[in-house]
């Protein structure tokens, strides 16, 4: 069964960076769309960024200029790159991508954003 392994969640100060990866495994087919997707308490799973097999992204409004997703395809993996981040960044962050037709979510990281 194909699963998504992310990491690189944790705590940080307003203003700070991180740095999210997600890997595809047990895949023998290479992701299509790849992206993130967070939730924070109380409110609904809102997209944060996606990037298509070609490497084209998107983002939400709220995160353009501030967040960079990237890609590499050797490696099946995705990265949000996260900087300038706000309290308001504060939510479960999970890993989503299309493979073999089928959406496949990670199990998420937590990214708190306090002083």
């Known amino acids: 069964q194909v699963q998504l392994v992310e990491s690189g969640g944790g705590l940080v100060q307003p203003g700070g960076s991180l740095r999210l990866s997600c890997a595809a495994s047990r895949s023998i087919f290479s992701p299509d769309a790849m992206g993130w997707y967070r939730q924070a308490p109380g409110k609904q799973r809102e997209l944060v960024a996606t990037i298509t097999g070609r490497g084209n992204p998107n983002y939400a409004d709220s995160v353009k200029g501030r967040f960079t997703i990237s890609r590499d395809n050797a490696k099946n993996t995705v990265y949000l790159q996260m900087n300038s981040l706000e309290p308001e960044d504060t939510a479960a962050y999970y890993c989503?991508?299309?493979?073999?037709?089928?959406?496949?979510w990670g199990q998420g990281t937590q990214v708190t954003v306090s002083s």
């Open positions: 989503w991508a299309i493979i073999a037709g089928s959406n496949t």
